[in-house]
Nanobody, 124 residues
Framework: QVQLVESGGGLVQDGGSLRLSCAAS????????MGWFRQAPGKEREFVGG???????YYANSVKGRFTISRDSAKNSVYLQMNSCKPEDTATYYC??????????????????WGQGTQVTVSS
């Protein structure tokens, strides 16, 4: 199985940028579809975007055009570049791995492996 560790969270101003990283160990990320989710206090965990093993990406409408997901196989890592951040992007962000590698699952229940999360706060 794969272990995931997120990093890169922090405080950013409205309109600013942040880059989250997800370092994988135990297995190569090429074996998985990789997703990013977020959860704000009192809300359900929601899909942000994901990448299939072949690099196809899919994004939630709320972040499309602002966030970009990329993979680095050499570093066995996945990244979430967050641009034009808004206060409503404030949440704990989680990296996750799914065995459905040919697709980009949007349901959290399709992901078997999760990181511990990293907090992102966007100030207005």
């Amino acid at each position: 199985q794969v272990q995931l560790v997120e990093s890169g969270g922090g405080l950013v101003q409205d309109g600013g940028s942040l880059r989250l990283s997800c370092a994988a160990s135990g297995r190569t990320i090429s074996s998985y579809a990789m997703g990013w989710f977020r959860q704000a206090p009192g809300k359900e965990r929601e899909f942000v975007g994901g990448s299939s093993w072949s690099g196809d990406t899919y994004y939630a409408n709320s972040v499309k055009g602002r966030f970009t997901i990329s993979r680095d196989s050499a570093k066995n890592s996945v990244y979430l570049q967050m641009n034009s951040c808004k206060p409503e992007d404030t949440a704990t962000y989680y990296c996750a791995a799914s065995g459905l590698r040919l697709a980009v699952p949007q349901s959290r229940y399709e992901y078997a492996f999760w990181g511990q999360g990293t907090q992102v706060t966007v100030s207005s």
